[in-house]
Each structure stands twice: as structure tokens, then as C-alpha cells.
């Protein structure tokens, strides 16, 4: 596996990645399942969108790996570098790479280019029922520090009645 930085024309193919990488474990899709599409859109295409964030964000610290001249998978990055701290955001493979240690490498080629910005710390999130990141991220060094609840609501629904098991005031 070789690893490269980004170029653009790599964009629709993360894009794509990312919506398979994804399905199962994105907050996107669980509102989905909850609302429905939202303004027209599916939960792919709000995530599909994220890499777009990415790009605009730090688009040098975007990383893709290939494998005898094909894509197949890529990590992003941004650097906070006044707090000191690394972010991984996104990472995705196509689904006959997954599993192989790929992930693996392209964190700790991330981790690296942090620390040769002479980074601190390093930071990256998953869902609970992401079982797969959850012990890799664990195994490379990262450690649990919080645990987050995703809220959202349909901003065109009748406000929720009073819940009856609050205390009254």
C-alpha cells in the first residue's frame, strides 16, 4: 500500500467511500431512520458532504491510500495547532480492504505527520455501535475520554407535550 496526499480529482471517489464506509455507524443515517430525508436529502448525501468539509477545511492533510495504482481507501486530518491537537475525522476503505491492517497504517502515518508538526495530542471519535473502530483506535493507543448523546428533532413537528414524569415546578 502506497499512501499519497490528496489530489482533487480523488473527491468523488472518497465521496463514494465514505457512504459505503459509513452505513451502520453514522449520525446522519440514524436521524434518517428516525426523520426520514431531510430537505429533499438522504443521509448519503449529508455524509458525502462531510469529505467536502474536509477538503475546505485542510485538504493537505488529507491522505489516500492505493494499492498497484488504485484507490482504496483514505484517512482526513485537520490540525488544531494553537491547542496542539491532531483531528481525525473520517477514514474509509473500500470494502474488499477492510479488515487487511490498512486502517491501522493510515492512522499512524497520521499520527506521524501530527507529530512532525510537532503536535501533542491526537483526536478521533466513533459511534458506540461501531465495534471495528472502537477496538482498533483502542489497540493503536487511544483512550475513552467522554461519551457523547446525539440528539435531533423535526423542527416543523408540534412541540412535545410535557413530559408527565418530570417534577412539576
Known amino acids: 500500500m502506497e499512501i499519497r496526499p490528496f489530489r482533487p480529482e480523488d473527491l468523488p471517489l472518497l465521496k463514494q467511500m465514505t457512504v459505503e464506509a459509513f452505513d451502520g455507524v453514522s449520525i446522519d443515517q440514524g436521524i434518517e431512520r428516525e426523520f426520514g430525508p431531510v430537505n429533499g436529502h438522504d443521509w448519503r448525501w ?55 491492517g490498512m486502517g491501522r497504517r493510515l492512522i499512524e502515518f497520521a499520527l506521524e505527520h501530527f507529530r512532525n508538526s510537532g503536535l501533542s495530542h491526537a483526536r478521533i471519535e466513533t459511534l458506540v455501535q461501531n465495534d471495528i473502530g472502537n477496538h482498533l483506535y483502542q489497540s493503536i493507543g487511544f483512550r475513552e475520554v467522554a461519551r457523547q448523546i446525539h440528539f435531533a428533532m423535526d423542527l416543523n413537528a408540534p412541540p412535545a407535550s410535557p413530559d408527565s414524569s418530570a417534577p412539576a415546578e
Open 46 to 100: 449529508r455524509k458525502a458532504r462531510h469529505i467536502d468539509e474536509d477538503v475546505a477545511r485542510e485538504s493537505e492533510g488529507i491522505f489516500v491510500a492505493e494499492l498497484d495504482g488504485r484507490v482504496i481507501g483514505y484517512i482526513t486530518t485537520w490540525q488544531d495547532r494553537e491547542a496542539s491537537m491532531g483531528h481525525i475525522p473520517n477514514l474509509a476503505f473500500v470494502p474488499e480492504m477492510r479488515g487487511k
